[in-house]
């Protein structure tokens, strides 16, 4: 890859990076909101550098400078000029270089979606951090829970608040291949970027499954079958649904919100 060629892959990744974090929010497919700044200063940096390679080299199909290079280097015992035959490789990269462009051309041209159920389906257990004390929940019904409030009432909550009440969530669908007729509203959720991603799955009963990866809203009450009382453990991370509802992908895929309440 020529030096000029080098120029035009950093103005395209400066391009690229600037389009997704700048422009629009399609950067929350890859990292957490926080890395924002960071990502608009990184697009920055490259298209100065891209920029400065440009002005320097010179873009593609633009006439090549005479340096002059070729008639001052020194000759070699056989009379060969020793520039002559080293010169070329000294403006030229790696050919797999050429492979950068692949990504770059990605998110240009269509941007990839964010994680969901394949990654979801390999993932094993919830994680959900320990919780010390539980707020009331409010009277409304049915109550609108994060994945991670209803996964830590069932199994953390010795008052059982959740006993007989009926509960609002959202997450996406990742089918269920160990039991039949069940499936998994899940969340992935994000410390840093994809690469990191863990996952917050609640067994549905009671409905159909909708098509893997669909973003759904699910309103039920707890499904005792399975394992322990509620509010211990071992109780099963389960709900039976009285309702599934399509919805629209959130904006940041991977923050475990809260819906709002109907």
Same mark, same amino acid.
């Given at each position: 890859?020529?030096?000029?060629?080098?120029?035009?892959?950093?103005?395209?990744?400066?391009?690229?990076?600037?389009?997704?974090?700048?422009?629009?929010?399609?950067?929350?497919?890859?990292?957490?909101?926080?890395?924002?700044?960071?990502?608009?200063?990184?697009?920055?940096?490259?298209?100065?550098?891209?920029?400065?390679?440009?002005?320097?080299?010179?873009?593609?199909?633009?006439?090549?400078?005479?340096?002059?290079?070729?008639?001052?280097?020194?000759?070699?015992?056989?009379?060969?000029?020793?520039?002559?035959?080293?010169?070329?490789?000294?403006?030229?990269?790696?050919?797999? /270089?050429?492979?950068?462009? !692949?990504? %770059?051309?990605?998110?240009?041209?269509? &941007? *990839? @979606? =964010?994680?969901?159920?394949? $990654?979801?389906?390999?993932?094993?257990?919830?994680?959900?951090?320990?919780?010390?004390?539980?707020?009331?929940?409010?009277?409304?019904?049915?109550?609108?829970?994060?994945?991670?409030?209803?996964?830590?009432?069932?199994?953390?909550?010795?008052?059982?608040?959740?006993?007989?009440?009926?509960?609002?969530?959202?997450?996406?669908?990742?089918?269920?291949?160990?039991?039949?007729?069940?499936?998994?509203?899940?969340?992935?959720?994000?410390?840093?970027?994809? /690469?990191?991603?863990?996952? !917050?799955? %609640?067994?549905?009963?009671?409905?159909? &499954? *909708? @098509? =893997?990866?669909?973003?759904? $809203?699910?309103?039920?009450?707890?499904?005792?079958?399975?394992?322990?009382?509620?509010?211990?453990?071992?109780?099963?991370?389960?709900?039976?649904?009285?309702?599934?509802?399509?919805?629209?992908?959130?904006?940041?895929?991977?923050?475990?919100?809260?819906?709002?309440?109907?």
């Amino acid at each position: 890859m020529r030096r000029h060629v080098q120029a035009v892959l950093l103005l395209l990744t400066g391009a690229a990076v600037l389009h997704i974090s700048l422009l629009s929010e399609v950067y929350l497919r890859y990292v957490k909101a926080g890395l924002r700044p960071f990502l608009i200063a990184s697009a920055v940096l490259l298209l100065v550098l891209g920029v400065v390679g440009a002005v320097r080299d010179g873009l593609p199909f633009a006439p090549r400078r005479d340096t002059g290079e070729e008639e001052d280097a020194p000759a070699d015992a056989d009379g060969d000029e020793y520039g002559h035959a080293h010169g070329h490789a000294h403006g030229s990269g790696p050919r797999v /270089a050429w492979v950068l462009f !692949l990504p %770059v051309l990605a998110l240009l041209l269509y &941007a *990839p @979606p =964010a994680l969901g159920s394949y $990654t979801a389906a390999r993932e094993t257990g919830n994680a959900v951090a320990r919780v010390a004390r539980f707020d009331r929940l409010p009277d409304t019904d049915p109550v609108p829970l994060a994945l991670s409030g209803f996964i830590a009432r069932v199994q953390q909550d010795r008052d059982r608040s959740l006993a007989g009440r009926t509960v609002l969530m959202t997450g996406f669908v990742t089918p269920a291949k160990d039991r039949a007729g069940t499936w998994y509203l899940t969340r992935l959720v994000v410390s840093c970027c994809a /690469a990191d991603s863990r996952s !917050l799955r %609640v067994r549905v009963h009671g409905a159909p &499954a *909708p @098509p =893997a990866d669909t973003w759904v $809203t699910v309103t039920g009450t707890w499904h005792s079958g399975g394992g322990g009382g509620l509010g211990t453990a071992t109780a099963a991370v389960a709900l039976d649904a009285r309702s599934v509802e399509r919805v629209d992908e959130p904006v940041n895929p991977y923050q475990d919100t809260t819906p709002l309440p109907r």
